[in-house]
């Protein structure tokens, strides 16, 4: 790590008094895209400001806390001490979206201190990327303070303009909401506290979840979020539609009277400002990765990135059920080794199982992770996929009970490891034991994190749903591989609301994406399937299916739809079949959010490159140019693209595939349809 000691310009603004309690602090990033200032108020309350070329992005905001155990810690600051780092280094993703990734930033620290009263410390630190800004408090050791019982946290983001903003409730419970496009001044979180389409829900402020993206009319993109959110609660933000201001509002708990216990030293989760010239530049940011501290595991090599296929949709849609009591079981031996079958024929390495284990059924007494129905033979299971190259991919639904199964975790580890189970997919639907902790909470975002630690010591990769939302953990615990953490395609086959909308995606992108891998589970080939559920369908174009492969990235790609809807359309699942899941590169090319986004990725392993561009309820052409690929190398490009009379409505299942050579220098317009795409597989030539 190169360290330097950077420029910091210290102006004294007045003459009386203490000379460090007037002065103003700025630091520039790297390249000078960004300007922090930091100040204190005559009053001694520190404030700080972000500037972008010649706009002022964020306008005078404040810090500070309050507590239930002590005086609230705002005001009465003097600056005892400042320095300075830069930061230009390179690290690699063990799995990703890039193989490399380069962090480099400059480093603010400001070490303040109380005039009067307990003279408490607190230290607040910012990083200054390109990119975007990160902020975190510290609270050092100090004599007479060892516990920090927060009751709120008051991190402020004063905005200058009504954006265009893409946002969900700020809900304690689940992040399963549909994107809303309003200006900044017209968010109304309380308008959607009664969701008859989610299982748990609370929403008490009219606050938004983050990541939450902003557009502004001079092609200003900003994007608020949290990195590395360890042992503190998920941090919503209540939006005050007169004064344009963000407020800190965190996750609470009925069981205690404050928001965040720690024992002092500690940090809190970095607060993160993503600011950049268009919306391409915030997918391709690394921003929240960057915040989180460098791989802790010392091996990852036993987890491999990979698609997968399972006993899912078809619960979903109703053909089969977890419970057995139904007399229609899903996960049967038999019916698994289908899936088997038809993975091991398709390069697709993993099955998941759901409803494997006893008590889906009320009368069954709780999940126990350990026992399977009497129509699974898990062993037999395990050992005929490992004979096709396939590996089973471990369910652990909760039900949100977290009490019973932190008790079991250990054990239900360990019949995975005996078993050479690499990964779980847990689940956390309904309302959680212990009653009164929340989603979002301390209690589970500790939760998550021990799970993923204890997960590591047996060798097992974490895919979460109804989890807590993703800072950049993966950075240090390359085993939590994915999450759900958003409205995902199993809306589509239930939802009474008409499921996931076409614009749900091209927000996604650049909304929920840039915090981390989505398990979205895309590759429904059968878009209507009345046969099943009538009143409910996909929003999409069977490209667009396609094309998520590539665009919304999870080093776990599930191929979703059932056995039987694959092998009746052989053609688009060649493509299912050859794409990747583990890049070297990714290269977003164009996209607007909430409209359409277009992205290409090079895989690891085969130097293949891969293509997919999605559109929301307007058709349009996008203009690709390939220059992107290697030089002296001529590549198979395979199009599977809307056919002319593709619609996610009345046509979705009208493709057309065709293969040509391209190289460096060719040029090709996409023509997609409403609510369609286009997935590309662009193999190297004379391999
Ligand atoms: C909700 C999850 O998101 C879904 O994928 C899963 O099938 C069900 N819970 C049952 O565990
Ligand atoms: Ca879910």
Same mark, same amino acid.
């Given at each position: ?28 990033? @790297? ?27 964020? /306008? ?13 810690? =705002? ?36 070490? *303040?201190?109380? +005039? ?45 303009? /009504? ?31 009664? =969701? ?5 829900? &609370? ?17 200003? =993109? ?9 042992? &503190? ?38 607060? +993160? ?65 289908? &899936? ?31 026992? @399977? ?160 559920? @009538? ?26 739809? *059932? ?90 299942? /009208? ?33």
């Amino acid at each position: 790590m190169k360290k330097l000691t950077l420029l910091v310009v210290l102006l004294v603004l007045m003459a009386c008094g203490s000379s460090n309690r007037h002065s103003v602090l700025v630091t520039n990033s @790297p390249k000078g895209t960004l300007k922090l200032s930091f100040e204190l108020s005559q009053e001694g309350s520190p404030f700080y400001r972000v500037e972008h070329g010649n706009s002022v992005i964020v /306008d005078t905001s404040y810090l500070g806390f309050e507590f239930t155990n002590a005086k609230a810690l =705002h005001t009465n600051f003097i600056i005892a001490n400042t320095s300075t780092t830069s930061v230009d280094e390179t690290w690699q993703m063990p799995w990703g979206e890039q193989l490399d990734v380069i962090n480099n930033y400059n480093e603010l620290r400001v070490e *303040l201190e109380e +005039t009067s009263g307990l003279t408490r410390k607190m230290n607040i630190v910012f990083k200054i990327y390109d990119d975007g800004i990160g902020f975190r408090y510290e609270f050092p050791e100090q004599d007479g303070w060892t516990e920090a019982l927060i009751k709120e946290e008051h991190t402020e983001f004063n905005l200058t303009k /009504d954006y265009k903003t893409f946002w969900i409730p700020g809900d304690w419970e689940i992040y399963e909401h549909t994107y809303k496009t309003t200006q900044l001044s017209q968010v109304d979180a309380l308008k959607y506290v009664n =969701h008859p389409n989610l299982a748990q829900t &609370y929403i008490p402020e009219n606050a938004v979840n983050t990541p939450v993206t902003m557009v502004g009319d001079d092609g200003i =993109h900003l994007s608020f979020h949290e990195a590395a959110l360890v042992d &503190y609660s998920g941090m919503t933000l209540k939006v005050d539609p007169e004064t344009l201001t963000l407020k800190s509002h965190l996750v609470g708990s009925e069981n205690t009277g404050y928001k965040v216990k720690r024992n002092l030293p500690f940090s809190t989760p970095w607060r +993160t400002i993503q600011i950049t010239n268009n919306a391409a530049d915030l997918i391709a940011s690394n921003l929240i990765v960057n915040l989180n501290e460098p791989n802790k595991l010392e091996d990852i090599s036993w987890f491999k990135p990979k698609k997968y296929s399972g006993i899912w949709w078809e619960l979903h849609l109703g053909k089969t059920t977890w419970d057995m009591a139904s007399g229609r079981h899903g996960a049967t031996t038999e019916n698994t080794k289908r &899936y088997i079958d038809f993975s091991a024929k398709n390069n697709i390495n993993g099955v998941l199982v759901e409803g494997w284990n006893t008590g889906w059924s009320q009368d069954e007494g709780g999940f126990d992770f350990i026992t @399977p129905y009497p129509d699974y033979d898990l062993k037999n299971v395990v050992q005929y996929a490992e004979e096709k190259g396939v590996e089973l991919i471990m369910h652990h639904e909760t039900f949100g009970d977290v009490s019973r199964y932190i008790q079991q975790q250990d054990t239900a580890y360990a019949l995975m490891q005996s078993l050479g189970i690499k990964s779980v997919k847990s689940g956390y639907v309904f309302k959680l034991k212990p009653e009164g902790e929340y989603h979002h909470g301390q209690f589970m975002v500790n939760h998550h994190n021990e799970s993923v630690i204890k997960a590591a010591k047996h060798q097992i990769a974490i895919n979460a749903h109804e989890p807590i939302k993703d800072t950049g953990l993966r950075r240090t615990y390359p085993n939590m591989i994915t999450r759900e953490g958003l409205r995902g395609q199993e809306f589509n086959a239930w939802a009474e609301d008409g499921g996931n909308p076409p614009e749900h995606l091209p927000i996604v992108a650049f909304t929920r994406m840039l915090s981390g891998p989505i398990d979205y589970t895309p590759g429904i080939f059968n878009i209507k399937f009345d046969q099943y559920k @009538p009143n409910n369908q996909v929003n999409t174009t069977i490209a667009q299916q396609l094309a998520l492969y590539v665009v919304i990235y999870s080093p776990i790609q599930m191929a979703a739809d *059932l056995v039987e809807h694959y092998e009746a359309n052989p053609r688009p699942l060649q493509f299912i079949k050859d794409v990747g899941v583990d890049w070297e590169t990714t290269k977003v090319l164009n996209g607007q959010v909430g409209d359409y986004v277009t992205i290409a990725r090079k895989e690891r392993q085969t130097g293949n490159w891969f293509l997919g561009s999605i559109t929301d309820e307007n058709r349009r052409s996008i203009e690709v140019n390939f220059d992107f690929l290697d030089a002296n190398q001529d590549y198979i490009a395979t199009l599977y693209k809307d056919g002319k009379n593709a619609h996610w409505d009345d046509n979705p299942l /009208d493709i057309e595939i065709e293969s040509q050579t391209i190289n460096k220098s060719s040029k090709l317009t996409l023509n997609l349809a409403e609510g369609g795409g286009c997935a590309i597989s662009i193999i190297k030539k004379g391999e």
